[in-house]
T-cell receptor, first 112, second 110 residues
Framework: QKEVEQNSGPLSVPEGAIASLNCTYS??????FFWYRQYSGKSPELIMS????GDKEDGRFTAQLNKASQYVSLLIRDSQPSDSATYLC????????????FGSGTKLNVKP | EADIYQTPRYLVIGTGKKITLECSQT?????MYWYQQDPGMELHLIHY???????EKGDLSSESTVSRIRTEHFPLTLESARPSHTSQYLC?????????FGEGSRLTVL
């Protein structure tokens, strides 16, 4: 079983719609959760971090964490073509405290 | 936000050459990491360090080696490059929470 699971996509949404990206993790002791955006040929860029249950909003992005269900999600409101990228979910702080575990990423396509 | 620098950004080299990929960060982060990523594929951790004189192998076996003599510096070395080493190498660092990546070094071995 992989530490972090994501649907590889592609997820296609029209411009202006809400994109919903999901992630599950296996280590119940994980404490820190992150979403990265990676454009083709570029390095991952941190867009959201979340540490406690509930929602965290930053501009058009909302991260949601449910530790009981071991589930993290990212909502992108008013999606733009420039949001088209691969989104990586990452988890840390579990049994191997200092390691970051990444999912394989979900490719998002926002169609004009 | 961390400032983390990788050089060279692009390197094309012949088989059998020794290479060193440089990584430096200016934020005083104790934890540093090397990831390998092929185009369109997932990230693989190949080395990490929790501090000076501390290095560990990651989840993906790699013929590369690393050193951590100074907090800010975490170079990766390949003694004898082979075409199978062609990939993107990403350096990252972390303080007390978030992980920040450098821009990457794209290595091509002919």
């Amino acid at each position: 079983q992989k530490e972090v699971e994501q649907n590889s996509g592609p997820l296609s949404v029209p411009e202006g719609a809400i994109a919903s990206l999901n992630c599950t993790y296996s280590d119940r002791g994980s404490q820190s959760f992150f979403w990265y955006r990676q454009y083709s040929g570029k390095s991952p860029e941190l867009i959201m971090s979340i540490y406690s249950n509930g929602d965290k909003e930053d501009g058009r992005f909302t991260a949601q964490l449910n530790k009981a269900s071991q589930y993290v999600s990212l909502l992108i409101r008013d999606s733009q073509p420039s949001d088209s990228a691969t989104y990586l979910c990452a988890v840390s702080g579990g049994y191997n405290f200092n390691k970051f575990y990444f999912g394989s990423g979900t490719k998002l396509n926002v169609k004009p | 936000e961390a400032d983390i620098y990788q050089t060279p950004r692009y390197l094309v080299i012949g088989t059998g050459k020794k290479i060193t990929l440089e990584c430096s960060q200016t934020m005083g982060h104790d934890k540093m990491y090397w990831y390998q990523q092929d185009p369109g594929m997932e990230l693989h951790l190949i080395h990490y360090s929790y501090g000076v004189n501390s290095t560990e192998k990651g989840d993906l076996s790699s013929e590369s080696t690393v050193s951590r003599i100074r907090t800010e510096h975490f170079p990766l070395t390949l003694e004898s490059a082979r075409p199978s080493h062609t990939s993107q190498y990403l350096c990252a660092s972390s303080g007390i929470g978030e992980l920040f990546f450098g821009e990457g070094s794209r290595l091509t071995v002919l």
